[in-house]
């Protein structure tokens, strides 16, 4: 019998238990088909019993059909089917009455990655802006920051550039509150990232404000590398010769959504 097979089979008995409000053991069940579901990669097939059995576990367990729900969001994820948003919605509801913050925070990302990959920005900013403050809330600065700049870099692609900056501020002033040697490299990466939405929402010479800001609170930011590159891209604006700086610059030693953010705000600064 292959993955399918034993699937259907332990599916058609956990509606039978379910028919009879065996909701413990149909919940069971369920979770059982949907793990050879997983294995047979049926993505769909999988979420649906998964949710089934997260229906089930209301009967009995919020817990479990958080647990349930937000296995199904992550199933109907891979295949792109919309029901994932409800099944990570009602995980990060029951997740939240379990007071289980981390887990809700965690839904919530799943949320916000599969909202912006179906080009949904707006959702996916909210969606992160809400697992950030919940990290937050549970001293997780460094899960924080991952959502934090995830909106920051959503926020900033649609034109919210005050917004993004916003939240890299936020995010470097969250690891002002760590002492280690981790703080002193992502400071500059988060404040490169608020300058260049700064640099975007108005002036040059607000800009070099907010720089000079950024430089008396934050010692780190000081002559780094996201700072001397900040400087330069406001000369090149004042002197009008952004085009070719840009096309001269070396953005090897910068992470990925750095570059993206830098390569974004470049198209509309040319």
């Not at 009995?60 to 199904?72: H, I, L, Q, R, W």
């Not at 995980?91 to 809700?104: H, L, S, Y």
């Not at 070099?208 to 000369?235: A, Q």
């Amino acid at each position: 019998m292959n993955y399918t097979q034993q699937a259907n089979t332990l599916k058609g008995n956990a509606e039978m238990a379910s028919r009879l409000d065996g909701y413990k053991e149909s919940s069971s069940l369920f979770e059982k088909a949907g793990s050879y579901y997983k294995m047979g990669k049926e993505w769909n097939s999988a979420g649906d019993v998964f949710r089934r059995a997260a229906e089930d576990s209301m009967n009995f367990s919020t817990y479990m059909a958080a647990v349930n729900f937000t296995k199904a969001g992550e199933l109907y994820a891979k295949c792109e089917n919309e029901a994932a948003v409800m099944a990570f919605e009602n995980g990060i509801e029951n997740w939240i009455d379990n007071n289980r913050m981390i887990q809700a925070a965690r839904a919530y990302s799943f949320l916000g990655e599969f909202h912006a990959k179906k080009e949904r920005p707006v959702p996916a900013i909210e969606s992160h802006s809400a697992a950030s403050d919940l990290y937050d809330a549970e001293n997780r600065p460094a899960a924080c920051a991952v959502s934090r700049r995830k909106a920051g870099v959503l926020s900033s692609m649609i034109g919210d550039y005050r917004g993004g900056a916003i939240f890299f501020e936020e995010v470097a002033k969250g690891y002002l509150r760590i002492d280690s040697a981790l703080s002193d490299c992502a400071i500059p990466e988060y404040l490169f990232g608020a300058m260049l939405c700064n640099i975007a929402a108005g002036a040059v010479g607000h800009a070099k404000g907010e720089l000079c800001n950024y430089s008396n609170d934050f010692p780190m930011f000081r002559d780094t590398k996201e700072e001397v590159l900040i400087v330069s891209i406001c000369d090149a604006l004042d002197g009008d010769n952004f085009d070719s700086f840009m096309k001269n610059r070396d953005l090897s030693n910068f992470r990925p959504w750095q570059k993206v953010l830098l390569e974004n705000w470049a198209k509309i600064a040319a």
